[in-house]
């Protein structure tokens, strides 16, 4: 059966980095992030006795299936569906690839939903948000709505993600910063291999539980400035241990910087408005709805500002009846 699945992607509040086992992606810590109405991922998904190969097409280029990632993925669900069919899988992504927009979360969760079901597996959300993780780690976070939690376990069956509010708890928005659509030169995969190598990776993980309370408490109170506070704090120390990593992982570009000095600047103007980012240069501004456009148009102001793409807390991952082929 072809099946398509639409899946947002999701910014980090409180960031994944580390892994405590490679292979079933593991985290060295839980997650909480938001799902994002307008990063969308599309995937159609057939397997069928009539395909000789597994093909996959990204944006209308066929991937290598040499190490292919997506293949592998397709193998977990065979494997689980118990069938050997080869598929055809067809993806779009709406928004820049391998720049800190996190594609790999959408473009997991999509595979994941999209291929279960074509495979006729008929997966509950917890066993979705698992195999999405073995994809792509911070795709398990793009299957429920909302706000969302991954729990970061100890097992394969304890390592998942939950809606902890639905999407309309709360009226913040994340006007996507685009600085750049070069590729990042490191992608996460190999960059979380590096986390250990950080002096302060230790002190993080010590202190990391602490935060994830925190950031919880000022969600659930809906503080909004305690809240981008510490999401701000959260992405330097993200970057703190990249740039102190062996070899070092510097994703910041001059619009990136210039971009950081400007909420800063604009806070102290009377705007709220907080930054946090991923690996790579683009930025995300975080602001209550009511300020979205006028963070938007400063933003588009920058020079080193391609474009912002402004999003909103959203549902998870959903099957759609259209087609991509
Ligand atoms: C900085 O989920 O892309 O965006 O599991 O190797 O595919 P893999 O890594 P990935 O890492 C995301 C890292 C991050 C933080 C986050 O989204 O939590």
Redesign the pocket.
């Known amino acids: 059966m072809k099946t398509t699945a639409i899946t947002p992607s999701?910014?980090?509040f409180?960031?994944?980095?580390g892994?405590k086992d490679e292979a079933l992606?593991l985290p060295e810590n839980g997650?909480i992030?938001m799902n994002l109405s307008n990063l969308l991922t599309t995937t159609t998904v057939e397997f069928s006795s009539q395909y000789k190969e597994d093909s996959v097409i990204i944006n209308g280029v066929q991937e290598p299936n040499e190490g292919s990632r997506a293949i592998k993925h397709l193998d977990r669900i065979r494997k689980l569906a118990n069938i050997s069919d080869k598929a055809k899988v067809v993806t779009e992504n709406n928004f820049p690839t391998g720049t800190?927009l996190?594609s790999?979360?959408s473009g997991?969760a999509a595979l994941t939903v999209a291929g279960a079901k074509a495979a006729g597996l008929n997966l509950s959300e917890k066993d979705l948000s698992i195999l999405a993780?073995q994809?792509?780690?911070?795709?398990c976070?793009s299957i429920p709505d909302g706000f969302v939690e991954w729990i970061d376990g100890d097992t394969n069956e304890t390592s998942y993600a939950i809606s902890v509010y639905p999407e309309n708890y709360w009226d913040i928005v994340d006007v996507v910063a685009v600085v750049s659509k070069d590729k990042k030169h490191v992608?996460?995969?190999q960059?979380?291999k590096l986390a250990t190598t950080s002096p302060f990776f230790e002190k993080r993980l010590e202190l990391i539980n602490d935060k994830i309370k925190l950031v919880k408490k000022y969600l659930k109170e809906r503080d909004f400035e305690k809240f981008g506070e510490l999401i701000e704090e959260e992405a330097l120390e993200?970057h703190a241990i990249y740039l102190t990593s062996k070899p070092s992982l510097i994703y910041l570009l001059p619009g990136t910087l210039l971009v950081m000095h400007m909420v800063k600047k604009w806070r102290e103007d009377g705007l709220p408005v907080y930054f946090t980012l991923?690996?790579g240069q683009d930025m995300h501004l975080i602001c209550e709805r009511k300020n979205a456009s006028k963070v938007s148009a400063l933003a588009e102001k920058i020079n080193e500002v391609q474009k912002t793409i402004i999003n909103f807390p959203s549902e998870g991952a959903r099957i759609v009846s259209k087609s991509l082929f």
């Open positions: 999701n910014i980090a409180i960031k994944y980095w892994k992606r997650s992030s800190g996190s790999s979360a997991f993780r994809g792509s780690g911070s795709a976070r992608g996460s995969t960059g979380h993200l991923n690996t």
